[in-house]
């Protein structure tokens, strides 16, 4: 077998914390390999990236989520014993409980909430700035509840959305702010456990077959409801990455700020070039920088001989700006995605491979209709300012956005 290269640092934790997004492919670049040895926190891993990479990670059961992400990560995005912690038959049958969610006429209503919200909105901003990131988490807060099922009063939603905001944004911190965002995931697994309690005794009604009748009805292999904080969880894990979609929207917002023909082109129709725009954005701006997997069993690739236990990082980011993917991968193009054959390892800013069978995020479907509705939203509904400020994305914020949060105002409402 080929060595390896590996880094040179005795241990990187510090690097990765100052590079962020950049960390695996810079490394990848300089040592001209697709993969690498180094050691964060103080444990060996093996980092990689591109297609192939995406491949051998997300395809062939070769890999586990359990213990491969630190607790503090893993316990603010997914938990112990969530869909993403299950393997084979265990995964697969769960998994179809997410799948179910995500029916076009399910995807439709959620756009629909999200529409709703974004009108009921605008007229409350009228000429005072306000932060597009942060508006957009509460709207998709309220939207995203009543679409799960279980719609929020309206002195439910403020706590919600800072639980659900915290959980994201506190997922790369370490130390109080991090302790914080685990104390309010604490509030909002005790709110929902007793939201399923409330649905499964009859007392809450819920639509049939929206996420929290699904959650609550779900049986798994055993035959067995999930046990009230699973499913807790799990409805948490329907919740908070529809938040997160806020992210997605604040980069659209100044993806059409910096390339003003795209705003042209949409306020003036051009339906049939929202899915390529909405994918640019995927690509192109930061989201999830790394996904982790600990080796099944033992496989080789590329000269590496992977054994069972070994501890292997994704390079998300890197492998959605590669150049061999993706020609000029620093430019916003999005023509690129026009023809585009849909190869599920080159785009994957929420993983890769098979909805059904792998951890790809069932959710990403969701993610476009809701990104394709923003961006008609902001060029077809509202007329607004962007006054100066700093609109840097820095690469070693995880997750990153904009630094001013993407800052609005004097908003006019156009049309309904």
Not at 102 to 116: G, I, T
Not at 143 to 161: F, R
Not at 268 to 290: A, H, S, T
Not at 387 to 392: C, F, G, N, S
Request: proline share 7%; charged share 20%.
């Amino acid at each position: 077998m080929n060595e390896v290269p590996r880094d040179d640092s005795l241990d990187a934790s510090v690097a990765f914390l100052r590079e962020g997004y950049t960390f695996v492919s810079s490394r990848c670049d300089r040592l001209g390999s697709d993969l690498f040895r180094t050691r964060l926190m103080l444990t060996p891993v093996v980092c990689m990236r591109g297609a192939e990479a995406a491949g051998i990670f997300y395809e062939g059961q070769r890999f586990t989520r359990v213990g491969a992400m630190p607790p503090t990560v893993l316990r603010l995005l997914q938990d112990i014993g969530s869909v993403q912690t299950l393997d084979d038959a265990p995964h697969h049958h769960r998994k179809g409980m997410f799948l179910a969610m995500m029916s076009p006429p399910a995807l439709q209503r959620m756009v629909e909430q999200f529409r709703a919200a974004w009108l009921a909105a605008v007229p409350l901003w009228g000429e005072r700035q306000i932060v597009l990131q942060d508006e957009v988490s509460a709207m998709l807060a309220l939207a995203g509840a009543a679409w799960a099922g279980v719609p929020l009063d309206p002195d439910e939603a403020p706590p919600l959305t800072r639980q659900l905001v915290a959980m994201i944004e506190q997922t790369g911190t370490i130390g109080p702010a991090n302790w914080w965002a685990h104390h309010l995931r604490n509030q909002a697994e005790r709110h929902w456990r007793g939201a399923i309690r409330s649905i499964r005794s009859g007392e809450t009604a819920v639509a049939e077959g929206s996420a929290a009748d699904l959650i609550a009805r779900h049986r798994d292999l055993d035959g067995e409801l999930l046990d009230e904080t699973t499913a807790a969880v799990e409805l948490l894990n329907v919740l908070r990455p529809t938040v997160a979609v806020a992210r997605f929207v604040t980069f659209a917002a100044l993806a059409l700020h910096h390339h003003p023909q795209w705003r042209e082109k949409f306020a003036q129709g051009g339906d049939e070039l929202l899915r390529p725009f909405v994918q640019e954005v995927r690509r192109f701006y930061p989201f999830f920088p790394v996904i982790g997997g600990r080796a099944r069993h033992d496989f080789a690739w590329q000269g590496h001989e992977f054994s069972k236990g070994d501890w292997v990082l994704l390079d998300l980011y890197g492998t959605n700006h590669d150049g061999r993917l993706w020609p000029e991968p620093e430019t916003f193009r999005p023509e690129r995605f026009v023809d585009w054959p849909g190869d599920p390892n080159t785009l994957v800013p929420q993983g890769a491979g098979d909805f059904a069978t792998g951890h790809r995020c069932p959710g990403e479907w969701l993610t476009i209709a809701l990104l394709e509705e923003a961006v008609r939203l902001l060029t077809r509904t509202i007329r607004y300012e962007v006054p100066a400020q700093d609109l840097t994305v820095a690469l070693d914020q995880l997750p990153a956005l904009p630094k001013s949060g993407f800052i609005m105002q004097k908003t006019q409402l156009l049309a309904a």
